[in-house]
C-alpha cells in the first residue's frame, strides 16, 4: 500500500478540519511571519531612542560650547543685504553673491565708542593759534578730480577725439551714450550707498585705461563716507601705485578734509578708509600724508586724525624714512612737527642721512623770531630721547647751542639732559655751521 502523506497544517490547524473549526479559525488573526519581523524591527528602534536624563545632558553641552566660542569670537553678526544695479532694484536688494567678508567686522567695529576717531577732538586754543602762525598764507588751490578732468575737457572742446589721457597716454573718446547712462545709475546707487555690495560696474573702473573719466562720471563728491571706503578698497587692491596715489590725492583726501571741517571730527568710514589706504603704503605717503603737509594749511585737528593712523599700522622704515626726509626737508608747518614726532616715536633703525636731516630742520630755527609751538620742542625732545647714541658730538653740541636760542621753560632741560647722557657714534656726521 502507498505511504499516506501527512496533512498539512495552516496556522496550526488541520487542512480538512470540520467546517465550524474553519469559519471559528478564520474570525481571529494570526500572526505572520513579515509581522514578526516589523514587530522585532520596531523595538530595535525603541531601544535606539535617548533617554530623558542623556538629552539634558547633551543640551547642556551643547549650551556651554556655544557660549565659550561667543565668549571668543563673539556673537555671530547678521548678513548685510547686497546691493544691485537694474530695474526695480533697491539699495540693499541681495544679488545673490557672497557678502564682504570684511563688513561684519566693519559693522561691529562701528559701535566702539571713545576710539578717538568718532569723537570731537579738543584742541588747545594757545597750540591751536601757534600752529596758524606757521600756516602758508597764499596756499595754493586744491584740486580735484572733478576740476581736473573739466579741465582736460575746456582746453580740448572742439578736438575731444584727441585729448591724451595724463596718465595712460591714450586718446579720451566721447563715451557711449549707454555707457553713460550705467554709470550715471551707479551714481545714484552710491549717493544713497550703506552696506551690501557694490554694483559691478563700479568694481571694473579700476581696469579700465580711462577709470579718471569714468570716476568723474560718478561724481564722488556725492557718495556716502560708507561708498567711499568701499571704493577706496577696490582702488587700493586694483591699482597700481602711481593711480592709487592719484585717487588719494584726487578723491580720499579732499572728502577727508572736507568731513573734518564741518563736522569737527572724521566720520568713522572715511577714518577705516585712510586706514585702509595704507595697504599702498607708497600712495598713502606721497598722495595723502605729503600733499598735507605741503599745503601749509593743515589744521592741528586734521593732524592729529591723520597722525592715529601711524601710530595704530604697522609700516615699513623705508616708506616712514622717506617720509621723514621729504618732511624734513621742506617749509615748516606746525603739523610737520606732529608727523614727525609720531614717526619718531616708531623707533625705527634710521639711516644716518635721515638723522642728519632731522638735525638740519632743527638747526634751522636758530634765527626764527616767531615763538615756536610746544609740538616743535616735543618734536626735537623725541630725537633727543629715541636717537640720542645716534648723534655726533659736533651735532649735539649744535642742538645744545640751539636750546639756549629757542628755549623751553619745561621741555629744554629734559632735552639737555637726554644729550648729555649719552655717547655719540663713532661715525661723524656733516659738518654743522655754528654761525
Known amino acids: 500500500m502507498p505511504k499516506t502523506k501527512a496533512s498539512r497544517q495552516a496556522g496550526g490547524r488541520a487542512k480538512h478540519a470540520p467546517l465550524a473549526e474553519q469559519i471559528l479559525a478564520e474570525d481571529s488573526v494570526q500572526p505572520g511571519a513579515r509581522e514578526k519581523r516589523r514587530a522585532r524591527g520596531r523595538g530595535a528602534e525603541e531601544e535606539e531612542y535617548v533617554g530623558p536624563r542623556l538629552s539634558r545632558r547633551i543640551l547642556q553641552q551643547a549650551r556651554e560650547q556655544q557660549e565659550e566660542l561667543e565668549a571668543e569670537h563673539g556673537p555671530a553678526a547678521p548678513r548685510a543685504p547686497a546691493t544691485r544695479l537694474g530695474p526695480g532694484a533697491q539699495v540693499g536688494e541681495s544679488d545673490g553673491e557672497d557678502e564682504d567678508e570684511e563688513w561684519p567686522t566693519l559693522e561691529k567695529a562701528a559701535e566702539m565708542v571713545g576710539s578717538g576717531y568718532d569723537s570731537e577732538i579738543t584742541v588747545n586754543p594757545e597750540d591751536e593759534h601757534a600752529i596758524e602762525m606757521f600756516m602758508s598764507k597764499n596756499p595754493p588751490l586744491r584740486r580735484t578730480l572733478a576740476d581736473i578732468i573739466m579741465e582736460k575737457l575746456t582746453e580740448k572742446q572742439t578736438e575731444v577725439e584727441t585729448v591724451m589721457s595724463e596718465v595712460s597716454g591714450c586718446p579720451l573718446p566721447q563715451l557711449d551714450p549707454r555707457i553713460l547712462e550705467v554709470y550715471k545709475g551707479v551714481k545714484e546707487v552710491l549717493s544713497k550707498y550703506r552696506s551690501g555690495k557694490l554694483p559691478k560696474a563700479f568694481k571694473i573702473i579700476p581696469a579700465l585705461s580711462n577709470w579718471e573719466q569714468i570716476l568723474y562720471i560718478t561724481e564722488p563728491e556725492s557718495w556716502t563716507a560708507a561708498a567711499m571706503y568701499q571704493?577706496?578698497?577696490?582702488?587700493?587692491?586694483?591699482?597700481?601705485?602711481?593711480?592709487?596715489?592719484?585717487?588719494?590725492?584726487?578723491?580720499?583726501?579732499?572728502?577727508?578734509?572736507?568731513?573734518?571741517?564741518?563736522?569737527?571730527?572724521l566720520n568713522f568710514h572715511l577714518y577705516m578708509a585712510l586706514k585702509k589706504a595704507l595697504f599702498k603704503t607708497g600712495a598713502w605717503f606721497k598722495g595723502i600724508l605729503i600733499p598735507l603737509c605741503e599745503s601749509g594749511t593743515c589744521t592741528l585737528r586734521e593732524a592729529i586724525i591723520v597722525g592715529s593712523i601711524i601710530t595704530k599700522c604697522s609700516i615699513p622704515v623705508l616708506h616712514s624714512s622717506a617720509a621723514m626726509l621729504k618732511i624734513a626737508e621742506m617749509e615748516y608747518s606746525g603739523a610737520n612737527s606732529i608727523f614727525l614726532r609720531?614717526?619718531?616715536?616708531?623707533?625705527?633703525?634710521?639711516?644716518?642721512?635721515?638723522?642728519?636731516?632731522?638735525?638740519?630742520?632743527?638747526?634751522?630755527?636758530?634765527?626764527?623770531?616767531?615763538?615756536?609751538p610746544v609740538l616743535w620742542h616735543q618734536s626735537l625732545l623725541t630725537l633727543a630721547q629715541r636717537y640720542k647714541a645716534d648723534l655726533t658730538t659736533e651735532q649735539k653740541e649744535a642742538l645744545l647751542e640751539l636750546l639756549r636760542l629757542q628755549p623751553h621753560p619745561q621741555l629744554s632741560p629734559e632735552i639737555r639732559r637726554e644729550l648729555l647722557s649719552a655717547t655719540a657714534r663713532d661715525v661723524e656726521g656733516p659738518s654743522v655751521d655754528m654761525d
Open 342 to 372: 609720531l614717526l619718531l616715536d616708531k623707533k625705527y633703525a634710521l639711516p644716518f642721512r635721515v638723522l642728519d636731516a632731522l638735525v638740519f630742520h632743527f638747526l634751522a630755527f636758530r634765527t626764527e623770531q616767531r615763538k615756536l
Open 231 to 265: 571704493a577706496t578698497r577696490i582702488f587700493s587692491s586694483n591699482l597700481k601705485d602711481k593711480m592709487a596715489q592719484r585717487f588719494y590725492n584726487l578723491v580720499l583726501l579732499p572728502r577727508v578734509r572736507d568731513d573734518i571741517a564741518e563736522y569737527k571730527r
